[in-house]
């Protein structure tokens, strides 16, 4: 079937190569919500197969939808669509399942504070509701989103910090897109400026993957961090992946491409999925030291503020993984039983 220019740029098919779709595992994705009928991605939608509070944490729309410009629908296709009925493939990891919720904005009157993303992030770690359980927790948050530059450093410590060191502690991969504020020093986005860790928060900028040198493009936003620090914890982003001319899903049937670091940065969670699927055991901190060190670098020799460590790549990333954990083979299992439709009640 036909695969978008990004996923191979990457390295993306020699990983599908091995077998890996991402198949059973989980990614949670904050954003302006979804059109779960979107043919691309109507499968992977775990609301088929669970009760619906299980897969949608609600804030704008109790039942799931998408805002103007369908940039959620968009961001969910990059990360793991595929349309069976065409082949079509436009994600990275089709064989996955996600879960969404609906916090951010298309408007400047309807943006939240920063404190309300919070119960998005709380909500990943017991999605089910049931303490005891931990299979329900996403291997991976993909966050296309952010607000603007930061002019001070105090939330660097805060609880926007201590959130994302407890999602590192839970073993989620968080991955953050770097903004759209270019080409400047310095316009890492809130909360994506913190920097808790190398890998933590991991900010992704954009390229141009259609073009075979790669060029980053003049919006994504550059480093270093306002937050400080010395070395590779002041640089900022963390990678960069294809980000322009990005084609994905949109509304309830159609396709678009879209451009900006936003579509960079689902190609890195749909990366972690694949790589979740042979490394199990592996932490989401890990899979993406992984890919921060196994990066093709780019620009200046060495990590910088424009690149960060440069292009992902899946299959050195998968390497680098093997030398710890012994790959585990893919699941060969038959289709899942799904909810195809409800009759009744309308």
Same mark, same amino acid.
């Given at each position: ?87 079509? #493939? %436009?994600?990275?990891?089709? @064989?996955?399942?996600? *879960?969404?919720?609906?916090? !951010? &904005? ?118 270093? #961090? %306002?937050?400080?620090?010395? @070395?590779?914890?002041? *640089?900022?982003?963390?990678? !960069? &992946? ?105």
């Amino acid at each position: 079937g036909q695969s978008e220019p990004g996923i191979k740029t990457r390295g993306g098919n020699l990983v599908w190569d091995k077998g890996l779709s991402g198949k059973n595992r989980n990614s949670n994705l904050n954003g302006t919500g979804v059109w779960p009928d979107q043919p691309g991605i109507d499968d992977q939608f775990l609301a088929n197969y669970f009760p619906l509070d299980r897969a949608w944490f609600a804030y704008d729309s109790e039942t799931p939808t998408d805002k103007t410009g369908d940039h959620g629908t968009h961001t969910i296709g990059t990360t793991l669509g595929l349309d069976e009925n065409t082949n079509d #493939t %436009i994600g990275v990891a089709f @064989g996955a399942y996600y *879960i969404a919720s609906d916090p !951010v &904005a298309t408007s400047l009157a309807t943006v939240k504070p920063l404190t309300d993303f919070m119960y998005a992030f709380e909500w990943a770690f017991d999605p089910d509701g049931d303490s005891t359980t931990n299979w329900d927790i996403p291997d991976v948050i993909n966050n296309s989103w952010g607000y603007e530059v930061p002019t001070n450093d105090e939330l660097c410590e805060s609880y926007a910090s201590e959130m994302f060191s407890a999602v590192q502690a839970a073993g989620i991969a968080c991955v953050f897109s770097a903004g759209n504020d270019g080409p400047g020093p310095m316009t890492i986005g809130i909360p994506h400026h913190i920097n808790t860790g190398l890998v933590n928060s991991f900010t992704v900028g954009a390229v141009n993957a259609h073009q075979t040198d790669l060029p980053l493009a003049n919006f994504s936003s550059r480093g270093p #961090t %306002i937050c400080g620090g010395t @070395g590779s914890i002041e *640089i900022k982003p963390e990678v !960069v &992946a294809p980000g322009v001319n990005v084609r994905s899903a949109v509304g309830h049937d159609q396709y678009e491409n879209y451009q900006g670091t936003s579509m960079a940065s689902p190609h890195v969670t749909g990366v972690v999925l694949l790589l979740k699927e042979a490394f199990p055991n592996a932490t989401g901190q890990e899979i993406l030291m992984a890919l921060y060190n196994s990066a093709q670098d780019l620009g200046e020799t060495g990590e910088d503020n424009l690149y960060g460590k440069g292009m992902i790549n899946a299959l050195n990333a998968f390497n680098e993984l093997a030398q710890t954990y012994t790959p585990t083979p893919p699941d060969s299992t038959g289709l899942d039983i799904a909810i195809t439709s409800i009759d009744q009640p309308n």
